[in-house]
Antibody, heavy 117, light 109 residues
Framework: QVQLQESGPGLVKPSETLSLTCAVS?????????WSWVRQSPGKGLEWIGE???????NYNPSLKSRVTILLDKSNNQFSLKLTSVTAADTAVYYC??????????WGQGILVTVSS | EIVLTQSPGTLSLSPGERATLSCRAS???????LAWYQQKPGQVPRLLIY???SRATGIPDRFSGSGSGTDFTLTISTLEPEDFAVYYC??????????FGQGTKLQIK
């Protein structure tokens, strides 16, 4: 059974870049076409950030598009998230997830990222 | 953007009772594109239903989904103690590709 695990800094300073990695284990990342990032904050609930396809093609939430980059690293069976110019509003639990049939059928445990100086 | 509105915000019921949770979309959503998740405190969202009515792997048959167009329903036929949680609906559609409802908290009465 596939497992996803997020990693990265739990504390990021305002105006800096948030960088997270999602390691996929128990199966190849190539077995599913799309992989996503989702975040959850008390003020905004669950928010889809974006997704990446096997080819490297991406789709982003328009509300974050100018600041988000998602990359795929097939050789290491992982994908990553970069969010630039962060503010306190970006404080949230960040999840990586595997896309199913127009849904997310497997999720990582989540990582709390706090934006604070 | 399609906005999903869930009701009620909080539902208080007892184990053994039937729960009916609503998700209303601001525009018509294809049934193929509507999913439901369960999230317990401190835990990860878990996919329950996809395609409006298909149960995900390992989900007990007391959970069922229905609906079409703008109105969708998650029903839990007989509540078990472990079913008390927050439930979210999600749709796939126009940009942004995925949006979630604000959640319904199902609590023990």
């Amino acid at each position: 059974q596939v497992q996803l695990q997020e990693s990265g800094p739990g504390l990021v300073k305002p105006s800096e870049t948030l960088s997270l990695t999602c390691a996929v284990s128990g199966g190849s990342i190539s077995t599913r076409p799309w992989w996503s990032w989702v975040r959850q904050s008390p003020g905004k609930g669950l928010e889809w950030i974006g997704e990446i396809y096997q080819s490297g093609s991406t789709n982003y939430n328009p509300s974050l598009k100018s600041r988000v980059t998602i990359l795929l690293d097939k050789s290491n069976n992982q994908f990553s998230l970069k969010l630039t110019s962060v503010t306190a509003a970006d404080t949230a639990v960040y999840y990586c997830a595997r896309n199913g049939d127009y849904c997310h059928d497997s999720w990582g445990q989540g990582i709390l990222v706090t934006v604070s100086s | 953007e399609i906005v999903l509105t869930q009701s009620p915000g909080t539902l208080s019921l007892s184990p053994g009772e039937r729960a009916t949770l609503s998700c209303r979309a601001s525009q018509s959503v294809s049934s193929r594109y509507l999913a439901w998740y369960q999230q317990k405190p401190g835990q990860v969202p878990r996919l329950l239903i996809y395609g409006a009515s298909s149960r995900a792997t390992g989900i007990p048959d007391r959970f069922s989904g229905s609906g079409s167009g703008t109105d969708f329903t998650l029903t839990i036929s007989t509540l078990e103690p472990e079913d008390f949680a927050v439930y979210y609906c999600q749709q796939y559609g126009p940009s942004p590709l995925y949006t979630f409802g604000q959640g319904t908290k199902l609590q023990i009465k």
